[in-house]
């Protein structure tokens, strides 16, 4: 077995532990691997036993990858900050975007989306710890930018993407993700005709904790792939 088959195997049943301490079905939390920084090849071996779902942060380097395994059956969710000239590729190329943050990335999204493909499906990223350093719309903005968003044609407004600030304790992790919950609560009383069904939330340091309060999506990285090594990438964003 590969190293990242194992970890694929140990990942998925950590995933099932948690669900079922949550009382949840393991099938209602996604894993999506992170894939920044990691060659093509490392994601050919993820594919190979069984990931299908990846996220990527960096445009430049994540179309480089797409166009590398065209031959997969792969679901590519943008995950990283969008420069507003940049929103075209990502409409054109993804499945899923996580971080918009305010409606003019939104409205470009579904503009740009080519005609014949799926609506795009959105995550409204969310500053939960209100960070001032943090992309991500305030919990405050929300009704009134998930309002907007929906009424956009191309886009499929799906829910909420959050990264809390760092805690090493278990027990405190769980609330900003049970703010989480609470905000796509909200919005889907706010907002009935819309497939408000995920949170994407939850890393390779508090990944249980996000289950516990109703992650639908975890976004792993360093837990699949091992940590990363940033000296050689030049990045494109
Ligand atoms: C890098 C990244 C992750 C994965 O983080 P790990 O700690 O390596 O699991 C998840 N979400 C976002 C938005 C990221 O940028």
Not at 15 to 36: F, G, M
Not at 207 to 233: C, K, Q, W
Request: aromatic share 4%.
């Amino acid at each position: 077995m590969t190293q990242i088959t194992d970890r694929l195997e140990k990942l998925h049943s950590q995933i099932k532990a948690a669900a079922e301490t949550a009382n949840r079905q393991p099938q209602t939390v996604q894993l999506l691997a992170v894939s920044k920084t990691r060659e093509a090849d490392e994601l050919r071996q993820a594919w190979s036993a069984g990931q299908r779902a990846f996220g990527e942060n960096y445009l430049q380097e994540a179309l480089d990858k797409i166009e590398a395994l065209q031959d997969l059956d792969i679901g590519w969710h943008f995950i990283g900050p969008i420069q507003s000239n940049k929103t075209r590729p990502i409409a054109e190329n993804f499945d899923w975007v996580h971080s918009v943050d305010r409606f003019k990335i939104a409205q470009r999204l579904s503009d740009q989306r080519p005609a014949g493909m799926a609506p795009l499906n959105i995550c409204l990223q969310v500053n939960i710890s209100e960070e001032t350093s943090k992309s991500g719309a305030l919990p405050a903005d929300l009704p009134a930018l998930a309002a907007e968003v929906a009424a956009l044609k191309n886009i499929s407004l799906r829910g909420l993407m959050a990264i809390p600030a760092s805690n090493d304790d278990p027990q405190l992790q769980r609330r900003p993700f049970a703010q989480m919950q609470a905000l796509l609560q909200t919005l889907q009383q706010q907002l009935p005709d819309q497939p408000l069904d995920t949170l994407s939330m939850g890393m390779s340091a508090d990944m249980e904790a996000a289950i516990l309060e109703g992650a639908t999506i975890v976004r792993i990285g360093t837990a699949l792939f091992g940590p990363r090594d940033y000296s050689n990438h030049s990045s494109n964003h």
